[in-house]
């Protein structure tokens, strides 16, 4: 059974830059989708770029185009988030989740399909 372990978030400064790994214990990641999604206080659910663990393939939503990198090891173990120019809105709770493999992930930002394993999530505070 798939797992996932979210690490490194934490504390940034408004500016700053942070990576965020997704490891997969139990199986590897070359038949799932695998996408990150963040709850901020006092808003809803919000769905972040997704990734295609076997070719790599990913996608983004217009509103996080330019700020965020999605991307996996070869081993295909590890999914990663980087965000650039970190705001204060980014704050709030980050998972990862995993689906199975689809044309292509938009399936997954867009709700039309839901994950199916999720991580326990990773708290991010952008503070001066």
């Known amino acids: 059974q798939l797992q996932l372990v979210e690490t490194g978030g934490g504390l940034v400064q408004p500016g700053g830059s942070l990576t965020l790994s997704c490891a997969a214990s139990g199986n590897t990641l070359d038949k799932y989708t695998i996408g990150w999604i963040r709850q901020a206080p006092g808003k809803e659910r919000e769905e972040l770029p997704c990734i295609r663990g076997d070719d790599g393939r990913s996608y983004y939503k217009d509103s996080v185009k330019g700020r965020f990198t999605i991307s996996r090891d070869e081993a295909k173990t590890t999914v990663y988030l980087q965000i650039n120019s970190l705001k204060f809105e980014d704050s709030g709770v980050y998972y990862c989740?995993?689906?199975?493999?689809?044309?292509?992930?938009?399936?997954?930002?867009?709700?039309?399909?839901?994950?199916?394993?999720w991580g326990r999530g990773i708290r991010v505070t952008v503070s001066s």
């Open positions: 989740a995993a689906g199975g493999l689809t044309d292509d992930c938009e399936a997954y930002v867009g709700r039309r399909i839901p994950y199916d394993a």
